[in-house]
């Protein structure tokens, strides 16, 4: 099977007070292909813990590739780690936000941190 998933996404940015007109880039219904079949899906409470929390369901997936992520929390921020315990800050989401981007395959367990309370995040990751 081909264009297994549909990607769409805009970024606008205007700043009058600055002197900055509309700056847009949009992306409309890009087909992708993938060759996994299986997906985690889910919100999960994250932690405080120093050295972030392990996406749930991980395991079933060969490797990762696409990602969702959308932050509940309307005051604290979550960072996207590239592993649990040892892993580098990759993405910080702030109250609110989302992101949406495919993940290295080198990335075998995925983590998020939250700021300074549990944070509700919720998250869609794709088999690579």
């Known amino acids: 099977m081909a264009n297994e998933i549909t990607v769409t996404g ?6 009058a007070a600055a002197g900055i007109a509309a700056k847009a880039l949009s992306l409309l219904s890009k ?9 985690i899906q889910g919100t999960f ?15 079933s997936l060969a490797s990762v590739g696409w990602g969702c992520f959308i932050n509940h929390d309307a005051t604290h921020f979550i960072d996207l ?10 993405a910080r989401l702030m109250p ?9 395959p080198a ?3 995925p983590a998020a941190k939250s700021d300074t309370a549990i944070c509700d995040l919720e998250y869609l990751v794709l088999e690579n």
Do not use: D, Q, W
């Open 81 to 90: 780690l590239t592993a649990a315990s040892t892993g580098t800050a990759f």
């Open 45 to 59: 409470k994250v932690p405080t813990t120093s050295g972030g929390t392990a996406l749930p369901g991980l395991s």
């Open 96 to 104: 609110g936000e989302c992101a949406l981007f495919r993940l290295t």
């Open 107 to 109: 990335m075998t367990a």
């Open 31 to 39: 087909a992708i292909t993938i060759t996994g079949v299986n997906y």
């Open 10 to 15: 805009s970024l606008t940015y205007a700043n």
